[in-house]
């Protein structure tokens, strides 16, 4: 048995610029954070021969012969099998998957569960793979074999851990700057910086594919080209210790962010954003694509209290979390060698 982890993350700053369609024009740069919330991966070999995939969070069960094709698409399993497939295994192994929060609300879980599969499999067959190229691994199968119209921050900030600046060339390299921040500035983060579920779940892809053709036909031009500079002032405020200005850049972010796609926003959800402003927040937005999940707010430094209380006044659940500092990991392999793969 096998079982590995891999953490979600929040989107601080120049979310959006990892799209393909942004960075092939413009490159692409953002600021994020993993949390202390997981996708977990157990995989096992069996000897009936055959592929059993078990999904908790989408109450999903299939079962397939060996040699069956696991690359056709369209079901709640297609990433479990669409990674078998990439790896070439079709038979003798049974796969779980769970993530600590829902699917479709931001935080990066189906990617997170793109990195987790990537290192079980990759430790099933006796493969060693570093971060970069496990998320790079992750990133191929879910752009280029699920053709999922999504970016690459998420498979990188679950593959390493920790806070980060990744840079997106618009040859599509990626490159890591880690970001040392002193422990003053992540114990006010963690105070700060308040996550609440909106119980809102959406169909993140369609609102990526729209925003996706938005920046390719330059409609959103001047939005999108603020995105770098966004995630660059972010960065050195966060080395700076100064999240009164990494709470001003997440509201100017936000207001940036609902111009570029249909759905990213809505008329509740601007109304949360309001009341959190007006709550004793400096910025709030939603995480990841938008139209639902979890909203993200700086409170001003005293104000913890009122924001959460102006939050719960709302029906909005916290999400209580510390930083994770390291991406994904093997926590139990009784496998003790490869195995051939077809």
């Known amino acids: 048995m096998i079982i590995t982890r891999a953490p979600v993350r929040i989107g601080i700053g120049g979310g959006g610029s990892d799209l393909p ?17 997981y996708v977990y991966v157990v995989l096992s070999s069996n000897r009936r021969g055959s592929v059993q995939l078990t999904s908790s969070d989408f109450s999903a069960f299939l079962n397939f012969e060996d040699g069956a094709d696991l690359g056709r698409s369209g079901d709640d399993l297609s990433l479990v099998r669409a990674c078998l497939a990439d790896f070439g295994i079709s038979g003798g192994i049974d796969v779980f998957t769970a993530s600590e929060t829902p699917p479709g609300t931001g935080l990066g879980s189906s990617s997170a569960t793109a990195v987790a599969l990537v290192k079980a499999l990759s430790t099933y067959i006796g493969e060693h793979m570093g971060d970069h190229q496990i998320a790079e691994r992750a990133c191929r199968i879910e752009l280029d074999r699920l053709r999922s119209p999504i970016g690459k921050q998420d498979q990188f900030a679950a593959a390493f851990g920790g806070f980060n600046t990744f840079e997106f060339a618009p040859t599509g390299e990626v490159s890591v700057r880690p ?37 390719a036909s330059g ?22 210790g100064d999240l009164d200005a990494v709470g001003r850049l997440i509201r100017e972010g936000w207001e940036r962010k609902r111009g570029m796609a249909a759905g990213v926003s809505s008329e509740q959800i601007d109304h949360w ?5 007006e709550g004793g927040a400096l910025g709030a937005k939603l995480t990841g694509a938008g139209g639902g999940g979890y909203l993200l707010a700086m409170a001003a430094d005293g104000e913890e209290e009122r924001l959460r209380r102006a939050m719960l006044a709302e029906g909005l659940r916290p999400l209580d979390y510390r930083f994770e500092w390291s991406g ?6 009784s496998e003790h060698r490869g195995v051939a793969v077809g």
């Open 21 to 37: 369609a942004y960075y092939r024009q413009y490159g692409g740069r953002v600021v994020n954070a993993t949390v202390n919330r």
């Open 179 to 215: 970001l040392p921040l002193d422990p003053p500035t992540v114990e006010a983060l963690e105070r700060r910086l308040q996550l609440y579920f909106t119980g809102l779940q959406r169909e993140a892809n369609r609102i990526l594919k729209t925003q996706s053709e938005n920046i």
């Open 219 to 240: 409609r959103t031009e001047g939005a999108a080209t603020d995105l770098l500079e966004f995630a660059t002032q972010t960065e050195g405020a966060l080395m700076r």
């Open 273 to 277: 954003v309001a009341r959190a402003l």
């Open 328 to 333: 994904a990991r093997v926590l139990m392999n």
